[in-house]
């Protein structure tokens, strides 16, 4: 028994010509190559990231450099988009329904369009899979820009400490000024004093400086406890103050240095994402055009 085909029938348009009964567009065919393109996309990225790890190693000495690490890397971005969406638009090109008396321009163009819709799925599903990804890594970029305003306050507070003992590095500060070979009357007064000190200097160092009344205070307080004479003691006070700035000093300094190599690579790895989408539209667009062209000339059996 033979089988045929019903096509709805052919609309008149302006002009008398008659406009074809089906749809330029082959949705099936896209959504397959889309999903094909995705597919493969995800087994390259699991490859990658084996090989990746292999090459590497925590040894010194051992595994590859980082520069060849970075090389490869950037290389693997860019062919993974290159052949995975050049298979997806192949199997849109030879999976799409034949356009009957259309000029070969224009089915030229309709190829590469298909080519194109698959690129556009398969990113869109792809950047689906991977977005929560992407926006961790972008929020903690963001975080770590918007911590510079605070990060000298930050160290200066965390050297400063108070002598309760919520920072070691501020307590290391803070007993820098009580080191006495005399052992104190009363040990509560003491404990008291030192923490009235540690919040004298938490919070002069948070602000910049320490005013003369403040200083003038905690110089007494010093030679009182430590058995050392005024200006000794007016001169520990200095000693430590400049100690907890410069500490201040190069931990903001790491941390705006860690600060701008993320945001370098940041930018590196945007703009590397870009000729990857770029090339992985290409693929597709010409691929689905030598795909289509091959499902054209096929012989009708």
């Known amino acids: 028994m033979s089988e045929s085909t019903i096509l709805a029938p052919a609309r008149a348009v302006a002009g008398g010509q008659v406009e074809a009964p089906q749809s330029a567009v082959s949705w099936a065919a896209i959504i397959a190559g889309a999903a094909a393109s ?97 926006s961790g890594a972008a929020s903690g970029v963001a975080q770590a820009g918007a911590a510079l305003t605070n990060v000298a306050a930050s160290a200066a507070g965390s050297a400063a400490g108070a002598a309760t003992g919520n920072s070691d590095v501020g307590a290391y500060f803070n007993d820098m000024l009580f080191r006495s070979q005399q052992a104190p009357a009363d040990g509560a007064a003491t404990q008291s004093s030192r923490a009235e000190v540690g919040r004298i200097l938490e919070r002069s160092l948070a602000n910049g400086e320490l005013s003369d009344e403040d200083k003038a205070y905690v110089a007494q ?26 500490t ?23 703009l590397w994402a870009f000729v990857a989408l770029l090339v992985g539209g290409l693929s597709a667009s010409y691929m689905a055009t030598v795909g289509g062209r091959i499902r054209d000339d096929l012989p009708a059996v």
């Open 248 to 270: 201040a000093q190069k931990a903001g300094d790491k941390a705006k240095a860690a600060a701008d190599v993320a945001r370098k690579a940041a930018v590196y790895a945007a």
């Open 221 to 246: 307080v010093v030679a009182r406890q430590t058995g050392l004479s005024q200006a000794d003691a007016a001169k520990r006070v200095d000693d430590v103050i400049a100690k907890a700035k410069d």
């Open 38 to 134: 995705t597919v493969i996309s995800l087994l390259l990225i699991v490859v990658g990231t084996g090989i990746g790890l292999v090459s590497i190693s925590p040894w010194s000495n051992s595994g590859a450099s980082a520069t060849t690490v970075g090389i490869l890397a950037i290389v693997w971005s860019l062919a993974i988009p290159l052949f995975a969406f050049a298979v997806g638009g192949y199997l849109a090109g030879r999976l799409r329904t034949q356009w009957v008396g259309v000029h070969t321009d224009e089915v030229f163009f309709r190829d590469t369009a298909h080519g194109l819709l698959v690129w556009a799925v398969g990113t869109l599903v792809s950047a689906c899979l991977v977005g929560s990804i992407l």
